[in-house]
Nanobody, 121 residues
Framework: VQLQASGGGLVQAGGSLSLSCAVS????????MAWFRQAPGKEREFVAT??????FYADSVKGRFTISRDNAKNTGYLQMNSLKPEDTAVYYC?????????????????WGQGTLVTVSS
């Protein structure tokens, strides 16, 4: 299974970006998917996850970010609004066969290559 993340870029504070994650599997609906991020010098941290129609967010992004999925397109998304400079990081999508809500990197078997999001003040 391969994941391909895209959509990162440079945006001013208060702006929006949308990330996509294409997953190479015919059974995407069986996968839980998540987004993590890693800022320079910091550990990878959980951002959001979706399993079936259940979503869960880190407190730092709740109300600003929305995770979604299109099982017909084998693609997950992360809509990021009201971006802040502290959201600057490399964003990674991850997936694993599960129907549970999981927030730790070790819970996910498959990872994308990461896409850089830079929010200027």
């Amino acid at each position: 299974v391969q994941l391909q993340a895209s959509g990162g870029g440079l945006v001013q504070a208060g702006g929006s970006l949308s990330l996509s994650c294409a997953v190479s599997t015919r059974t995407f609906s069986n996968y839980a998917m998540a987004w993590f991020r890693q800022a320079p010098g910091k550990e990878r941290e959980f951002v959001a996850t979706i399993s079936w129609d259940n979503t869960f967010y880190a407190d730092s992004v709740k109300g600003r970010f929305t995770i979604s999925r299109d099982n017909a397109k084998n693609t997950g998304y992360l809509q990021m609004n009201s971006l802040k400079p502290e959201d600057t990081a490399v964003y990674y999508c991850a997936a694993t066969v599960a129907a549970a809500t999981m927030t730790r990197p070790r819970n996910y078997e498959y990872w994308g290559q990461g896409t850089l999001v830079t929010v200027s003040s």
